[in-house]
């Protein structure tokens, strides 16, 4: 499942979040959208792990949480025709957790 990742603050790493999502299960690819430009990060991301139960695990007890002082938001990534976006997030998460 390929999952989007929105709130990310500039300073993140790929190896920081890749230990983060890592801690509910195999991510099989992990990136941070940069800025073409200034190669810096533009806020958002993708992960994707092959267990589509770990996947939801970790958005359910992520989305909307506390991540270096920004609130992220984490979704299941739909296919939009190419073009990276997501689905809503779930707004009714009642599990809001803290990250670093």
Do not use: C, W
Not at 3 to 29: C, H, M, N, W, Y
Request: glycine content about 12%; cysteine-free.
């Amino acid at each position: 499942m390929k999952i989007f990742i929105t709130g990310l603050p500039l300073q993140v790493e790929e190896a920081e979040l890749r230990a983060v999502f890592g801690d509910f299960g195999q991510v099989k690819s992990l990136t941070i959208i940069k800025d073409r430009g200034t190669s810096q990060s533009r806020g958002f991301g993708f992960v994707e792990m092959p267990n589509d139960d770990e996947a939801k695990h970790a958005i359910r007890n992520m989305n909307g949480g506390d991540y270096y002082g920004n609130r992220i938001l984490v979704s299941e990534a739909k296919d939009d025709g190419g073009q990276n976006s997501s689905r809503s997030p779930n707004r009714g998460n009642a599990n809001r957790s803290s990250y670093r």
